[in-house]
């Protein structure tokens, strides 16, 4: 029985590791608050925006004066740590680890670590060590130099066979939680101190563990604070008639400890700093440098430092010397993560902070309580040098079997959904292009043989199975029978308002019809899509659900460079959506209508409103990609579905096809692949996986339309000829630095500006077509590089070499 609860203690351990990172720092732990001890600098996460962006604040004790700076603003993060010098930080998603060096003025940035496939969870920074563990925890740690290099040399990494769970580093070592031995603590590294604090702990059982220059602190199954390492100062004499619980914040700095009182959120410091106590504060985390520690405020996240070491504090400690940081934002408390929290809860204010983007879960704690602070603390009893195990209370007992129970029936439910997913091949699905107004070029073979049954399921079930997925992606939105802001129209008000739907008000069509001009009643323009009329057929399946997609979507989206829904007409087999007029149409039809383009004063023969119209369009897909709650991947960009209104904003349109992302932010395979041929991800239609990747192909299929004025797919010469990729055709362009030899002659050479930033522009777009998604950039990247483009445009930046661009292709 005592094997099984101790099992069951392991299996908890391990997931409240993975899933929840403590609200516990250090020297060089990951957190969403760091600190570069070297230059004074403070880095953290931003909270209440919709980016998770690092701003770093240097106090000036160098020759670099006060500033506070941010760091790839249009990039979001979930971890940073700090060293000496630099400081590190995971993107959200933990597949790229970038770090940057403080004593810059520029902070320039380096991409330490980059796998879409084997994500990191957690950081941690010595003085010039990196070290980071992956979310699969049957993998080894890796470690770096701050230069870059791999040290993954033999001693200076732990046992293969050992599960990690929490890691921190101090002065040329790391310490970590094996998971898989009874959390016992395991060192590495080239100083010797690593080791002899392993075998300081021994085989003491640990919860959570924080390194400072050459010590470290951990916190047991009771909460019971435990240090050993260096003890030159003092920094391992816990105080023992404090009251203390140190179970929601730990920071060591080189001849320090400090913590947070778990009852009240007060901060003790002891060794250098003399047992001081930053009274009448509360924190929600605290980080350290050498001689000073930095703590974010309960009452209004902001940070505020102290310590002789903080640059104007004259070798004072005392709780007067609190400086609070001129940040100007919230910081995140804890890092934003795509899970529910039903382990522990929510953070209070977790949807603001995290701007629907993510949860912040509560930290798990099994302590027991202590006492509220009108009881006087009894006095902790002194760290044992030899622990000993106790058998598990009663409360920890009754957790243990509670936990065996609800993980036994959700084993049985997803042994159950597996065989259900199996018998109903719902984990299967055909390929298909999906065209709306371009050539399909169809596979042999891709939708069945002869003989095969193509009879269409019945409207129910396609509904129920397709449509319905649609709906779900809302959750806190609406259904499509009382859509969020969408008025509902009656058929007869539509037809009189497109004169029934006349051949001349015909202006387009989309992914499930017609659509055209209309006029209503109160004297709004608007453009109405009609779905194809007939009788119930695989087709009108279809057209079903690509109206409750749209429907679904848009009714919940609201950005300036997505088409505004205004609302919808649904009666017997009509099923009609009626959107804001955009008067100037469609950007297809300006490049790729002779009538539009040749003429002299069209505004799309301008280079500065060809970058424009890219990075409006890149924007809308920007707020699908990292803004919608869910995520939403568009599935069929292209430059028919780019439209221009009255002030030539260009809008995204037509979400017919589109699909909830992945919450992982990883891939996955939807029932059939879609997309219009020329602008289809090559990575989605050949292997049927789509991730937000595929938009960002078809983006730069129209990034390159804007540059040459070809279509995606065109003919090799003005007589017919065979049909060219415009892809194959601009991209040895590029990179040959013949890009001029395939601009758009109707626009005219571009200015010195307008040269640099089309240049910019083809670089990006090159990165964007890609034929392996995990080579393409993020949407943020894009829309940065573009906004640079624009900036060069008017001349607001210098030159911009090419290989400016090493880093977009995160």
Known sequence: MTKLLFSLLFAIT???????????????????????????????????????????????????SSATVAVLPNVSYSTVAGGQTDVCALRSGGYSLLCWQTNVPSLPVKR??????????????????????????????????????????????????????????????????????????????????????????????????EAGSSHVCGVNSTGELVCKGDNSAG????????????????????????????????????????????????FESIVSGLNFTCGLTTTNFSIVCWGPGWPGNNGSSSNSSVNELPLGADILPGPCVRSPCNECGLYPQSNRLCFGSGNICKPCFNFTNPPPPSTPPEPAAPPPEVPTRSSPSKELRRGLLA???????????????????????ACFGKKKVHNSVQPTITRAGSNGGPGSNNSPPSR????????????????????????????????????????????????????????YRGKLLDGREVAIKRGETGQITKKFQEKETAFESELAFLSR???????????????????????????????????????????????LNSWKMRIKIALDAARGIEYLHNYAVPPIIHRDIKSSNILLDVNWTARVSDFGLSLMGPESGLDFRPTKAVGTVGYIDPEYYGLNVLTAKSDVYGLGVVMLELLTGKRAIFKSDENGGTPVSLVDFTVPAIIAGELVKVLDTRVGPPEL????????MAYTAMHCVNLEGKERPTIGDIVSNLERAVAVCHGSHGSIPSDALSIVSE
Not at 38 to 57: F, L, N
Not at 592 to 601: F, T
Not at 753 to 760: D, G, K, Q, S
Request: with cysteine.
């Open 14 to 64: 391990l997931i409240a590791f993975i899933s929840f990172p403590l609200l516990t720092h250090a020297l060089g732990s990951g957190s969403t608050l760091a600190i570069a001890y070297g230059t004074a600098t403070v880095c953290a996460i931003v909270a209440s925006e919709p980016t998770q962006r690092v701003i770093c604040y240097r106090a000036g004790n160098t020759s670099i």
């Open 112 to 209: 330490l670590y980059y796998n879409d496939t084997v994500l990191l969870q957690s950081i941690s920074i010595g003085d010039a060590r990196i070290c980071a563990t992956p979310t699969n925890t049957t993998a080894s740690v890796s470690c770096w130099r701050s230069d870059g290099n791999n040290t993954n040399n033999s001693g200076e990494l732990p046992n293969s066979s050992y599960t990690m769970g929490k890691i921190t580093s101090g002065f040329g070592f790391s310490c970590g939680i094996v998971l898989n031995e009874n959390n016992r603590v395991t060192c590495w590294g080239s100083n010797s101190v690593g080791k002899d604090i392993e075998g300081q702990f021994g085989n003491m059982s640990l919860l959570n563990i």
């Open 235 to 282: 920094q391992l004499n816990v105080p023992l008639n404090r009251g203390l619980n140190f179970s929601s914040g730990l920071a060591l700095g080189e001849r320090f400890s400090c913590a947070i009182r778990r009852w009240n959120g007060t901060v003790v410091c002891w060794g250098l700093m003399n047992e001081t106590a930053v009274e009448g504060i509360a």
């Open 403 to 425: 936990f065996a129970i609800v993980g036994s029936i959700g084993g049985f439910m997803g042994i159950c959904s597996v065989i259900y997913c199996l018998w109903t091949g």
């Open 460 to 515: 129910s079930s396609t509904i129920r199975r397709q449509g319905s997925r649609a709906m779900r992606r809302q959750r806190s939105g609406t259904s499509s029978k009382h859509a969020d802001r969408a008025e509902e129209f009656s058929l007869a008000e539509l037809a009189a308002a497109t004169n029934d739907f006349s051949f001349e008000n015909k202006i387009g069509a989309g992914s499930f019809g017609v659509v």
């Open 557 to 603: 989206l609201h950005h300036k460079h997505l088409v505004r829904l205004v609302g919808y007409c649904e009666e017997m087999d009509e099923r009609l959506l009626v959107y804001e007029y955009m008067k100037n149409g469609a950007l297809y039809d300006h490049l790729h209508d002779k009538n539009n383009v040749e003429k002299s004063s069209s505004l």
């Open 753 to 760: 500006n307008e040269a640099e930033a089309v240049e910019l």
